[in-house]
């Protein structure tokens, strides 16, 4: 009888409640929002990747790490212009419950897919910094390759669930898409939440916070014996490339799973009141608005990992932008050539015949 009242009484809590009550601003913020992060994200990405490739080197397990990062945020725009969409209609779906269900399927991945590569990266500047010939064995390009395939398969075996339970849900006239309150009836939904947001974010973010520290105190050591030990500033970049990845993960990942912690922990002690609940579902679209800019965030990792890569993105730039002028001058040059040819050759038949 209590469970029954309960439920009853959480159920009209929800159905008086509006948590979609500020359409207007959502519609106009994050609607442009996404289109920023639609064009900055697909253009960073795609051109890291061309840089990569077109590098002329041999791809070390950083740079794997890092492009399979690439991939990960440019399969993630591919699913942004839906949610522009939702937005411009004010929390309206209009594309059916399945490709709600594949858009959902594409962000939780490229999230956690995101933070386990972050963690990778933070993990590899470590062993090469701190354990080079104890652990250096696991920075083999041929085994890393096989720790990205199975960072791809334990992803998607903690994602696959979405494509097989309804993302979408009536409310009014409206079909909202990927809401959480979507998913309230899922029995355990709080311990569930909180399981994943240990394993996913809470894991991997102390596992950098240690690289991080480790490095840190590696390389005041190492000043302290001899200042000229790191000449090439190799460990000093391993130390950078470890602090923009903590950043990235403070700045983008926190706030969400964070704010997913408080509200749940919330849930499992007492119902939150109607005004709590809007709190939380604006609170909501925020913290995954900082969590989705990781794709825009991503290329400045590549920034300070890959060697040369501002040099070789200018080069790109001057090539593309010089292309046109030095087509035309080539073309110009070239019919010159065949005029003056041309002339040559109807002044010697002249002499042919004169003589």
Not at 96 to 117: E, L, P, S
Not at 219 to 243: M, Q, S, W
Not at 315 to 334: M, Q, V
């Amino acid at each position: 009888d209590k469970n029954f009242s309960t439920a009853t009484t959480t159920s009209c809590n929800e159905s008086s409640c509006d948590v979609y009550n500020h359409h207007f601003a959502s519609k106009v913020i994050f609607s442009f929002f996404y289109t920023v992060l639609l064009v900055f994200g697909s253009c960073g990405n795609v051109l890291a990747l061309y840089v990569t490739f077109h590098r002329g080197k041999k791809i070390n397990s950083t740079d794997l790490y890092l492009i399979n990062l690439a991939v990960s945020d440019a399969l993630f725009t591919l699913a942004l212009p839906g949610r522009i969409t939702y937005y411009i209609l004010e929390f309206n779906w209009p594309f059916g419950d399945w490709f709600c269900r594949v858009t959902a399927f594409i962000f939780y991945m490229n999230t956690y897919v995101g933070i386990y590569f972050m963690t990778c990266v933070s993990v590899d500047r470590y062993i090469a910094v701190v354990h080079t010939r104890r652990l250096g064995r696991f920075r083999k390009v041929s085994r890393v390759k096989y720790i990205c395939m199975l960072i791809w398969f334990i992803v998607f075996l903690q994602t696959i669930s979405l494509l097989f339970r309804p993302m979408t849900k009536k409310i009014g006239d409206k079909l909202t898409c990927m809401e959480y309150f979507n998913f309230e009836e899922i029995p355990k939904l709080p311990f569930i939440l909180l399981g994943a947001c240990i394993i996913g974010f809470c894991l991997p973010v102390g596992i950098i916070l240690v690289c991080y520290v480790q490095i840190n105190l590696k390389l005041c050591r190492a000043a302290k014996e001899n200042p000229l030990t790191d000449k090439n500033g190799h460990h000093r970049k391993a130390f950078t490339i470890i602090l923009v990845v903590l950043l990235a993960v403070v700045i983008c990942f926190s706030p969400y799973h964070l704010n997913i912690i408080q509200f749940m922990i919330r849930k499992i002690l007492y119902q939150p009141s109607c005004s709590a609940q809007k709190a939380f579902k604006m609170s909501l679209q925020i913290t995954v608005a900082f969590m989705n800019m990781n794709c825009c965030i991503d290329p400045i990792i590549y920034f300070f990992a890959f060697r040369g890569y501002k040099r070789r993105l200018l080069r790109l730039f001057k090539t593309s932008g010089s292309a046109p002028s030095s087509s035309t001058g080539k073309s110009y040059s070239e019919s010159n050539s065949n005029s003056h040819n041309q002339g040559t050759l109807a002044q010697s038949q002249n002499l042919n015949k004169g003589g």
